[in-house]
């Protein structure tokens, strides 16, 4: 079943007024406004429920080459909120990308062990996902990449550690796997933390009830992925430090970006640093990150 639903510029003009008008690709600024983009809001069987999410997609047709990239969201998060927060949109505007909003359960995820009403009804949503995947690139010639923000990055680890491979790249934004989720298979994982975030501790002793540390969880995920040596170190903003640790085993990377603060929202934009979108993007397309986001 599908429900058209043609918002365009409504939406765009929202998310330019909380970006304050501009996102980077790499070292270009994008103007929201530029483009228009369409809303369509899906609903399918999974799991043994009918479940929904939305796609993004520009109005004009986007070639093979455009990476579809799904986002999991945080807990008790609409999907226009998780919109707003992530500013992903621009890409869309400007024929880059495709996105997709799976709707969560009564706003939750159920990581297996977390969290909310999704968690204590057992939603199967490792199926859901699994579904949606195989029905927005059936024939799996679209780069496939997924962000997921604190209970929808919880998320995204479950299915990195139950089917990988069902997703090309991985961006986590504070964010542990829980308890049993160990990733094992080399995968392309960009890791971003704060070193104030009170959910998910930056160092070994840091507050935060999510374990491990997240340096701690990096360099797990470096020795899945084989990684060796000294990563590529860069700081595009002052409170920012960006590490990726290329030439993994099977071509993975390893990304680290880590935020001086902002405790455990959604990194924005500021004169001295760039927004998580932009360094998500950067790292899904092997770009360098601008130096600011305003």
Do not use: C, D, H, W
């Given at each position: 079943m599908k429900v058209r639903l043609d918002r365009r510029l409504t939406r765009i003009?929202?998310?330019?007024?909380?970006?304050?008008?501009?996102?980077?690709?790499?070292?270009?600024?994008?103007?929201?406004?530029?483009?228009?983009?369409?809303?369509?809001?899906?609903?399918?069987?999974?799991?043994?429920?009918?479940?929904?999410?939305?796609?993004?997609?520009?109005?004009?047709?986007?070639?093979?080459?455009?990476?579809?990239?799904?986002?999991?969201?945080?807990?008790?998060?609409t999907v226009n909120d998780e919109i707003n927060r992530d500013q992903l949109v621009p890409y869309v505007n400007h024929d880059m990308a495709e996105l997709v909003y799976p709707v969560g359960w009564h706003r939750s995820w159920n990581a297996v062990g977390c969290c909310g009403k999704a968690s204590a009804a057992g939603v199967n949503d490792i199926a859901f996902i699994k579904a949606l995947a195989a029905r927005i690139d059936p024939d799996r010639k679209r780069q496939l990449d997924v962000v997921g923000y604190s209970n929808g990055g919880r998320m995204a680890y479950r299915m990195e550690c139950t089917d990988p491979g069902v997703f090309d790249q991985v961006a986590i934004v504070k964010a542990d796997p829980l308890p049993g989720c160990n990733v094992t298979d080399p995968q392309t994982v960009l890791q971003v933390a704060a070193q104030n975030d009170y959910a998910v501790p930056y160092l070994p002793g840091d507050k935060g009830h999510e374990t491990p540390p997240a340096v701690v969880q990096v360099a797990r995920l470096r020795a899945a992925d084989g990684c060796r040596g000294v990563g590529g170190i860069s700081r595009p903003g002052t409170t920012l430090q960006y590490t990726v640790w290329s030439g993994c085993a099977n071509g993975t990377r390893v990304g680290f970006a880590v935020y001086a603060s902002g405790g455990h929202g959604f990194p924005q934009a500021s004169s001295t640093q760039p927004a998580a979108a932009q360094v998500i993007w950067a790292f899904f397309n092997h770009q360098a990150v601008a130096t600011s986001g305003s």
């Open positions: 003009l929202l998310v330019v007024a909380l970006a304050i008008g501009t996102v980077f690709a790499g070292g270009s600024i994008l103007q929201a406004t530029e483009r228009q983009s369409v809303t369509n809001t899906y609903s399918m069987q999974a799991g043994g429920m009918t479940r929904s999410y939305e796609t993004i997609v520009p109005v004009a047709p986007l070639p093979k080459s455009a990476p579809i990239i799904v986002v999991l969201g945080g807990i008790a998060a």
